[in-house]
């Protein structure tokens, strides 16, 4: 029975054992660490901690025994770019999927040879990711915290993937990031206060007695805080005031953009979040002592945050997909009866079989942006072909691509960003709702100047 103080004084020293094999992995002596998911090195992990056994006593009958078993989460430091095994799992924590890894932790002398002995955390989640503050005013490396949850850990005979790998490339600095968020001047933001994508598992998800279940709650995705450097461009105004006075605060209302963490030579882009559904929470000035006027904040919602492809190029250093030979032929003689909205864009192109559902532009002394929603019989792959053929040929530059499976219904979606020598730029977003229909939304902004007539 397990009840019996024979089975306790075996669970005891059992959990006393993995505990000094813990402790004792951790001496003075050690000079590095090293961190792999099922069996594959991830050498951007510069240090990790947890996994220790802890419990709780309990009286019983007069007599003291050992209750609720269980063991510290695993915290783990990383730089960038994040190797495929590490991305996957924070995909799957932004997509709130389970695909349980087998973690292994081993600490190193300034020799390389194996301190005391490896920890293999089994059945672990990611359920943390702590994003520091990025400030451009700063050159602290950019490290990223991640917490892992394991059904168990245990100690575990090292292999050769515990062996270091050596990196390469420098780390990127807190102050290497981009922000974009449709129809809005970002270029003024100058930090970014520190934000953590998460989710909970529930607390049975624990303990040396139990069963597997991995399952957790849904991932939360954090408010946003901006700060700009200098009094910021009068569209965020404007939208201040169409959002909060103007009732302009729907579904439709909120925004997409992207976050992007450059390399140091602030054109490869070293990691991405695809941003949807982004709202204002607050738009307001902040004091500071050195600067006069007031320094803006904006803080915001977003409904999701997805990762998006790394190791590509940012704007200022994009390449041009391949041509065609020839444009699309459908461009603005597309309409449908079931048009609603003033109109198209002017000189742009337009997908057959779609159905415009609004339209609607926004001019200043700077843009003129003018957004577009139409839905499509089609797919999100063949509209993809589409607007790349006609990009290529019309003069634009490809910028930036994501593609991903999220979003609350798990919805595929393509996200693409184009410019032109002229400062033009264009964002289109294409969303998969049913098999055969799909949502297109084009955001085109143009300088001065550059704005034909409809």
Same mark, same amino acid.
């Given at each position: 029975? !397990?009840? +019996?103080? $024979? *089975?306790?004084?075996?669970? @005891?020293? %059992?959990?006393?054992?993995? =505990? ?65 095994a590490l991305a996957a799992c924070v995909a799957d924590l932004c997509t709130n999927q389970t695909n349980p890894k087998t973690l292994q932790l081993t600490n190193l002398d300034s020799s390389g040879s194996v301190v005391g002995t ?24 950019? !490290?990223? +915290?991640? $917490? *892992?949850?394991?059904?168990? @850990?245990? %100690?575990?005979?090292?292999? =050769? ?294």
């Amino acid at each position: 029975m !397990r009840s +019996t103080p $024979v *089975f306790f004084l075996a669970l @005891i020293f %059992a959990i006393m054992s993995v =505990a000094d094999a813990a402790t004792s992995s951790r001496p003075g002596s050690v000079a590095s660490q090293t961190f792999s998911i099922d069996g594959i090195a991830c050498p951007e992990v510069t240090a990790w901690s947890g996994g220790d056994y802890f419990g709780t006593v309990v009286l019983q009958g007069g007599k003291k025994h050992i209750s609720n078993i269980g063991f510290e989460p695993i915290t783990i430091e990383t730089i960038l770019p994040l190797s495929p095994a590490l991305a996957a799992c924070v995909a799957d924590l932004c997509t709130n999927q389970t695909n349980p890894k087998t973690l292994q932790l081993t600490n190193l002398d300034s020799s390389g040879s194996v301190v005391g002995t490896s920890l293999q955390a089994r059945n672990a989640q990611l359920t943390e990711m702590r994003f520091p503050a990025l400030d451009a005013g700063s050159k602290d490396t950019l !490290r990223l +915290t991640l $917490v *892992f949850v394991a059904e168990q @850990i245990r %100690a575990a005979p090292t292999t =050769a993937t515990t062996t270091p790998t050596t990196r390469h490339a420098a780390a990127p600095s807190v102050s290497n990031f981009q922000i974009n968020i449709t129809g809005l001047n970002t270029s003024r933001v100058s930090r970014i206060e520190p934000f953590i994508i998460k989710r909970v598992l529930p607390n049975d998800n624990i303990g040396i007695l139990r069963q597997p279940t991995l399952q957790s709650n849904p991932t939360t995705f954090p408010d946003l805080s901006l700060n700009f450097g200098e009094v910021s461009p009068t569209d965020w105004s404007t939208w201040r005031d169409d959002f909060f006075v103007n009732g302009k605060h729907l579904e439709s209302d909120e925004k997409d953009g992207s976050l992007l963490i450059l390399a140091s030579d602030l054109h490869t882009v070293l990691f991405s979040l695809q941003l949807s559904h982004i709202g204002l929470l607050c738009f307001s000035s902040q004091p500071d002592a050195n600067t006069l006027p007031n320094r803006p904040r904006a803080d915001l919602y977003c409904e999701q945050m997805t990762v998006g492809t790394s190791t590509t190029t940012s704007p200022t250093s994009s390449t041009t997909p391949t041509a065609p030979a020839t444009t699309p032929a459908a461009t603005n003689n597309v309409t449908s009866p079931e048009d609603k909205g003033a109109r198209d864009p002017a000189a742009f192109a337009r997908p057959p079989n779609t159905i415009r559902q609004e339209y609607s532009v926004n001019q200043n002394a700077t843009t003129t942006e003018e957004e577009v929603k139409y839905s499509a019989t089609s797919t999100s792959d063949d509209l993809q072909t589409f607007y790349t053929q006609y990009f290529g040929s019309a003069g634009w530059t490809f910028a930036e691509l994501h593609e991903n499976d999220g979003g609350p219904s798990d919805t595929h979606q393509i996200y693409g960003h184009w410019i032109k020598t002229n400062n033009d730029s264009v964002d289109v977003r294409l969303s998969d709702i049913t098999s055969g229909l799909v949502t297109i939304t084009v955001n085109l902004k143009r300088a001065p100047g550059n704005n034909p007539q409809p």
